[in-house]
């Protein structure tokens, strides 16, 4: 069997970090880890190639050529999916489809011949199965959680590296909390499963032989939700691992701001080789968080475990949401306050938004609020709900929050307040050829063509001045900012606000 396995593409997004990986000649943030890990699922016999198109094209030739596509997505990569379905209907290549988008809405996709939902691990050998005798059927589901000893090493063999910002891995699934609008409880449950740190080093191993040296990402939605395991097990192993292999990768992840009660959890990580979290904080109003059920931020000063934790050694990057029922009018200027005093240069700050799948959905639905499915990208000033504040007051104050923090001054001065305080203890940005023309770059263009061209060198010269190992840091940080503003730029043209 011929297949082709392709990963949509994704319409300009925080996350995509478009312009700031121009700068490192980069194509993508990272790899289709789900579908290099679905092609290790495969029969041995099978023969594979993978199209990611937010890498390169998906060409006539290569449907022509396949006798099966395989394809998983989020819902942010709904447009391009339908146009990827529509172009095999229309060549005749039956399509196999799997990942979050299909199992949370297995209904909007009718021209999809084989819905194989839920985690893989356990849907995908049972489709396997049938269709080897002939009798696959439309769909597969099943609520099981798959055991992660089972899930095999991605086939890494199937991308070009190089077109990647890095390498992505995944240590567990399931989270124990439970936010009102996050569904990733009703995708892998509240019990967190974690691989060994055996099976954790082998895939280390396999990144390594292929090649890779530089940052790898963590996908868990939160590492340290069993932490416990984490701190006898994983984190351990993977330290063993990087002296063993002369430290080759820097590491980042998703966690939940309990992390700042932990000293000796940072300090495990950081011994590792991890130098960045994203945390989601979501507000700074208690009853916005009480709302949304945000456990582990109830009842804490926020800015002081931001700040204990980036004295500890690691980035914080940080999700924000406005919209939630309970948030005053002022909620903006606290939100934009509460950044900047953070030090917190990456905030994503989102609309609330409720995915299928959630309580909140749930909620919303009951009360007669939803007005539709969210795009997936709660960074792009679409709701789907009707808030309880004037959707003028709320959309107005969400882009003054955005161009608040976006501009050049306050973002080159959080840049600043971060650096200040932040003393890590492995080098954070390794130099290499590639990153020094990255620099090469960013000084033509951010100190040359740009609108920031005063607070960019005067980055450079703290920085040189003040903390000269931290100046690759502070030039990849004037990147991503360049990236949010223009992000964002692009969001505004496109709703005409
Ligand atoms: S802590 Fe994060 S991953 Fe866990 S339920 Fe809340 S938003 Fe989701």
Redesign the pocket.
């Known amino acids: 069997m011929r297949v082709l396995l392709v990963y949509p593409e994704y319409p300009e997004t925080f996350w995509n970090l478009k312009h700031a990986l121009r700068f490192l000649g980069k194509k993508a943030p990272y790899p289709p880890l789900g579908l290099l890990t679905v092609a290790a699922m495969l029969p041995a016999e099978w023969e594979l190639r993978l199209v990611d198109m937010n890498v390169e094209p998906l060409r006539d030739e290569a449907l022509a050529w396949a006798e099966l596509l395989c394809i998983s997505a989020m819902s942010v990569q709904s447009a391009s999916v339908r146009a990827v379905i529509a172009r095999a209907n229309a060549a005749g290549v039956p399509i196999l489809a799997g990942g979050p988008l299909f199992t949370t809405a297995p209904d909007d996709f009718p021209d999809v011949d084989y819905l194989v939902l839920n985690e893989a691990e356990v849907t995908l050998p049972r489709f396997l199965e049938e269709l080897q005798h002939g009798r696959a059927r439309h769909c597969y589901t099943d609520s099981a959680h798959a055991d992660l000893a089972a899930t095999p090493i991605p086939r890494w063999d199937l991308i070009r590296a190089r077109n990647y910002g890095a390498m992505s891995i995944q240590l567990s699934r399931g ?5 009102e ?2 569904n ?2 009703s995708l892998y449950g509240r019990v967190p499963r974690l691989k060994d740190g055996a099976r954790v080093t082998a895939e280390l191993d396999a990144l390594y032989r292929a090649g890779w040296r530089g940052p790898v990402f963590f996908v868990d ?2 590492f340290i ?1 069993n932490k416990r395991r984490v701190k006898t097990q994983i984190l351990p192993a993977i330290t063993d691992w990087m002296t063993a292999h002369r430290r080759p990768f820097v590491f980042n992840s ?1 966690v ?1 701001l309990n992390l700042a009660d932990d000293a000796e959890l940072m300090a495990l990580l950081t011994r590792a080789g991890f130098i960045t979290v994203f945390i ?1 904080i979501e507000s700074p109003n208690d009853e916005s968080l009480a709302e949304c059920n ?1 456990i ?1 931020n109830a009842n804490r000063d926020l800015i002081t475990s931001v700040k204990t934790i980036q004295r500890a050694g690691l980035q914080v990057q940080a999700g924000f949401i406005v919209g939630f029922d309970s948030d005053p009018v002022s909620i903006f200027d606290r939100v934009a306050a509460f950044i900047q005093e953070s030090g917190i240069a990456t905030a994503m700050v989102g609309l609330l938004n409720a995915p299928r799948g959630t309580r909140l959905y749930q909620r919303l639905e009951a009360e007669g609020r939803l007005t539709g499915d969210m795009t997936g990208d709660n960074t792009d000033g679409s709701l789907n709900f009707t808030p309880a504040m004037n959707i003028d007051t709320l959309l107005q104050g969400y882009r003054r929050i955005i161009d608040s923090i976006y501009s050049p001054g306050n973002y080159y001065a959080r840049v600043l307040t971060f650096l200040r305080d932040f003393h890590p203890t492995v080098p954070v940005v390794r130099v290499t050829p590639v990153t020094l023309l990255a620099g090469l770059r960013c000084a033509w263009i951010l100190g040359l063509r740009e609108q920031e061209r005063r607070e960019y060198w005067r980055l450079v010269f703290w920085s040189l001045t003040h903390a000269p190992r931290l100046l690759p840091l502070a030039i990849e940080l004037a990147a991503y900012g360049f990236h949010f503003r223009k992000c964002f730029e692009c969001h505004w043209a496109e709703s005409g606000a």
């Not at 989270?175 to 936010?179: E, I, K, M, N």
Request: net charge negative; proline share 12%; aromatic share 12%.
């Open positions: 989270c124990p909390f439970d936010c609008f996050c990733i409880t939605d939160n939700g998703q939940s989601g945000k582990p």
